[in-house]
C-alpha cells in the first residue's frame, strides 16, 4: 500500500511539473498584456508593476479602420459553417463505410486513409490553382467546400471507429419497426455518436479557429481577415511593436476556445477514448 501511494503521489507531482510547464507561457502572455513595452522587454517579473488596461483598448481598435470586433465576425464566419459541414458530411460518409456493404468498399476506405500520408505541402498549389479557377480566391468559400464535401480523413476515421463499436442489431431492430437507413442514421446513431460529433467540433473549430497558413493564402482583403491574420498584421502595421497591444488581443482571441474545451471536454474525452478502443 505505501508503495502504491508513494507511487501516486510521484505520479501526481510530475503531472503538475509538467503542466505548469505547459501552462506557464499562456500565463506570461496573460500578465504580459497587463504590462508596458519597457516591461516585457526589461523586467523579468511574472507580474506587472502596475496593470495597464491600455493594451486590451488600444489592442481592440487595431489599425482604426477595421476593429477586432469585425475580425472576430470574419473568424466567426469562417469556423461555424466549415465545423457544422465537416461533422455533417464525415457523419454521413462513415456511416457508409461502417453500415453498409458495397462493392469496393475496404478499397476506397483505404484510399481514403492514404490521404492521410499526404503531406499538406504537396496541396498547397494544385489546392490554389483549383480554387482560383472556380473563382472561390478572397472568399471563404476554400474552408466551407472541403468541409461540405468531407474532406478531412481523420474524422471520417474516428466516426468509423466509433460505428464499428455500436452493435448493427440496433439497426436490425429499427428496420422492424419500419425505419430506412436515414432514420436510423438520426434517430439511433447520432445520439449515440454525440461525444466523438462533439469532440470533431472541439478538433475542427480549434483547427481552424488558429490556421494561419490557409487564411494568408486564399484572402487578400483586410476587411475578410480572421483573427490569426489580424494579429500578425499587428505585427506589420507598426513601426515599433506595441506588444502588450498583441499580447492582449491574443489572449482575446484563444478565450473562447479555453471556454470551449472546458465547457466540453467531457464529451471530447468520452469521443477520443471510445473510437480508439472500439476500433
Given at each position: 500500500?505505501?508503495?502504491?501511494?508513494?507511487?501516486?503521489?510521484?505520479?501526481?507531482?510530475?503531472?503538475?511539473?509538467?503542466?505548469?510547464?505547459?501552462?506557464?507561457?499562456?500565463?506570461?502572455?496573460?500578465?504580459?498584456?497587463?504590462?508596458?513595452?519597457?516591461?516585457?522587454?526589461?523586467?523579468?517579473?511574472?507580474?506587472?508593476?502596475?496593470?495597464?488596461?491600455?493594451?486590451?483598448?488600444?489592442?481592440?481598435?487595431?489599425?482604426g479602420?477595421?476593429?477586432?470586433?469585425?475580425?472576430?465576425?470574419?473568424?466567426?464566419?469562417?469556423?461555424?459553417?466549415?465545423?457544422?459541414?465537416?461533422?455533417?458530411?464525415?457523419?454521413?460518409?462513415?456511416?457508409g463505410?461502417?453500415r453498409?456493404?458495397?462493392?469496393?468498399?475496404?478499397?476506397?476506405?483505404?484510399?481514403?486513409?492514404?490521404?492521410?500520408?499526404?503531406?499538406?505541402?504537396?496541396?498547397?498549389?494544385?489546392?490554389?490553382?483549383?480554387?482560383?479557377?472556380?473563382?472561390?480566391?478572397?472568399?471563404?468559400?476554400?474552408?466551407?467546400m472541403?468541409?461540405?464535401?468531407?474532406?478531412?480523413?481523420?474524422?471520417?476515421?474516428?466516426?468509423?471507429?466509433?460505428?464499428?463499436?455500436i452493435p448493427?442489431?440496433l439497426?436490425?431492430?429499427a428496420?422492424i419497426?419500419?425505419?430506412?437507413s436515414?432514420?436510423?442514421?438520426?434517430?439511433?446513431?447520432i445520439?449515440?455518436?454525440?461525444?466523438s460529433?462533439?469532440?470533431?467540433?472541439?478538433?475542427?473549430?480549434?483547427?481552424?479557429?488558429?490556421d494561419?497558413?490557409?487564411?494568408?493564402?486564399?484572402?487578400?482583403?483586410?476587411?475578410?481577415y480572421?483573427l490569426?491574420?489580424?494579429?500578425?498584421?499587428?505585427?506589420?502595421?507598426?513601426?515599433?511593436?506595441?506588444?502588450?497591444?498583441?499580447?492582449?488581443?491574443a489572449?482575446?482571441?484563444?478565450?473562447?476556445?479555453?471556454?470551449?474545451?472546458?465547457?466540453?471536454?467531457?464529451?471530447?474525452?468520452?469521443?477520443?477514448?471510445?473510437?480508439?478502443?472500439?476500433?
Open positions: 500500500m505505501k508503495k502504491k501511494k508513494y507511487i501516486r503521489w510521484c505520479s501526481f507531482i510530475l503531472i503538475t511539473v509538467i503542466g505548469i510547464c505547459m501552462i506557464y507561457p499562456l500565463v506570461w502572455m496573460f500578465f504580459a498584456s497587463f504590462k508596458t513595452n519597457e516591461e516585457i522587454n526589461l523586467a523579468v517579473n511574472l507580474l506587472p508593476e502596475h496593470f495597464d488596461w491600455s493594451g486590451f483598448i488600444k489592442g481592440w481598435d487595431s489599425s479602420q477595421y476593429t477586432f470586433t469585425d475580425f472576430f465576425i470574419n473568424t466567426f464566419v469562417i469556423v461555424v459553417p466549415t465545423v457544422l459541414f465537416t461533422v455533417i458530411s464525415c457523419t454521413v460518409v462513415a456511416y463505410f461502417a453498409f456493404s458495397f462493392k469496393g468498399n475496404k478499397l476506397l476506405f483505404g484510399v481514403m486513409l492514404s490521404t492521410l500520408m499526404v503531406p499538406n505541402a504537396v496541396l498547397i498549389i494544385p489546392r490554389y490553382l483549383l480554387f482560383r479557377d472556380f473563382g472561390w480566391l478572397d472568399s471563404y468559400m476554400p474552408f466551407w472541403p468541409a461540405l464535401f468531407a474532406c478531412y480523413p481523420f474524422f471520417i476515421y474516428q466516426e468509423v471507429q466509433f460505428l464499428r463499436g448493427k442489431e439497426d436490425e431492430a428496420k419497426d419500419g425505419c430506412n436515414f432514420q436510423i442514421l438520426t434517430r439511433i446513431l445520439p449515440i455518436l454525440k461525444p460529433m462533439i469532440s470533431i467540433c472541439i478538433f475542427q473549430t480549434i483547427w481552424t479557429w488558429n494561419f497558413m490557409n487564411p494568408l493564402i486564399y484572402i487578400n482583403s483586410v476587411s475578410k480572421p490569426s491574420l489580424a494579429l500578425r498584421m499587428g505585427l506589420d502595421v507598426a513601426a515599433s511593436t506595441n506588444w502588450n497591444e498583441i499580447m492582449s488581443m489572449c482575446v482571441s484563444i478565450l473562447p476556445l479555453v471556454i470551449m474545451f472546458f465547457c466540453l471536454q467531457k464529451y471530447f474525452v468520452e469521443g477520443i477514448a471510445s473510437s480508439g478502443l472500439k476500433g
